[in-house]
């Protein structure tokens, strides 16, 4: 199982990851197709969505403690918000990301350790590791401005 201080401060450097390649996007760069019906700016949206249902359930659990038996169809969820995040401000989306990213690694870092490494395990509500997530779309747009 994952270390909570590494998960930490990897979710802190991913947000730096993330700022500083939201701080380097054109406006002509959120458009930019990521191939799947997904641009840079969905792609962010997607990140910040997942990321503040992170800092939600993180929160929830710190109040109530970790309920069982709520994960949810992330495909579905995928599928449904693709829409809607398509129609949104591309430098909105942007902003929400850091926004959610930012909200996320500061509820996880408050949860007491014991509630927190249940995010790490099989099938967990959310991931304490947002790192991982992060980076993976990270990549996936640097790879896509690349060309």
Avoid: C, Y
């Amino acid at each position: 199982m994952p270390d909570l201080a590494t998960a930490i401060a990897e979710n802190d450097a991913s947000l730096s990851e993330l700022r500083a390649l939201v701080g380097r996007l054109s406006d002509a760069d959120l458009t930019h197709t990521l191939g799947g019906g997904w641009t840079v700016a969905s792609a962010l949206g997607h990140v910040a969505f997942w990321d503040m249902r992170a800092a939600v359930m993180a929160d929830r659990w710190k109040l109530a403690g970790a309920p069982s038996g709520l994960n949810i169809d992330d495909e579905g969820v995928n599928e449904a918000l693709d829409p809607l995040l398509l129609t949104a401000s591309g430098r909105g989306l942007a902003t929400m990301a850091l926004a959610a990213a930012l909200a996320a690694n500061t509820a996880i870092a408050r949860l007491q350790p014991e509630l927190a490494a249940l995010g790490f395990s099989e099938g967990s509500v959310f991931n304490t590791g947002r790192h991982a997530h992060r980076r993976e779309h990270i990549e996936q747009i640097e790879q896509a401005l690349r060309g």
